[in-house]
């Protein structure tokens, strides 16, 4: 009987926290979905035909955006700055591009762009995918183990209303 009762406690607590982790697993942070989500190739992903790690005093990045960037942030590791109306770019202490943040008529090299719909994104990038939330939006990521790269299309209603191009050591 005791043993009965044992096991009992013993399942119903191993199914406890499995609900309790499926329900938290969308909040979890970006890295634990890079570990666990299987790889999806973004080779050849670029930003109006920047890639990650250009530099910003390259001639390259100076004759498209000229030299007086307007910082929008700055924190210990990165320094933000919105390069056009639709993009915003964090760079390290070398002036590498670590991450784009980009909103409205900016495509991805498979084509979407704001407003087109997580199904859609889910057509172009496949099915290797991570659902998350962060500040209280959806957020459907894809990672590129190899190239340590993630892109992440944040959505309201289903539609995407802005996203992220990142090299995975960005928190």
């Known amino acids: 009987m005791l ?14 926290t499995g609900v309790f982790f499926l329900l938290i697993k969308h909040n979890l942070p970006r890295s ?6 299987a790889s999806t190739e973004l080779k050849g992903e670029n930003i ?5 790690f250009d530099n910003i005093n390259d001639k390259k990045f ?4 000229g030299e007086e960037l307007l ?9 933000y700055f919105k390069i056009d ?6 760079v390290n202490k070398y002036g590498e591009i670590v991450r784009f943040i980009v909103g409205r008529d900016v ?10 719909s997580v199904k859609k994104v889910k057509s172009a990038y496949g099915k290797n995918s991570y659902l998350r ?12 183990k190899k190239r340590n790269q993630s892109i992440e299309f944040w959505h309201v209603q289903n539609m995407v209303i802005f996203y992220r191009f990142d090299h995975n050591s960005m928190k």
């Open 3 to 16: 043993k009965k009762i044992g096991l009992i406690i013993i399942i119903l607590s191993l199914l406890l």
């Open 32 to 37: 634990y979905h890079h570990t666990f989500t």
């Open 48 to 52: 109006n035909g920047m890639n990650l």
């Open 62 to 65: 100076l004759d498209k955006y």
């Open 71 to 79: 910082e929008s942030a700055n924190n210990e590791n990165h320094k």
């Open 85 to 90: 109306s639709d993009i915003e770019i964090a």
């Open 107 to 116: 495509a991805t090299s498979k084509g979407i762009k704001v407003g087109d």
């Open 133 to 144: 939330s962060e500040q209280g939006v959806n957020i459907l990521g894809y990672v590129d």
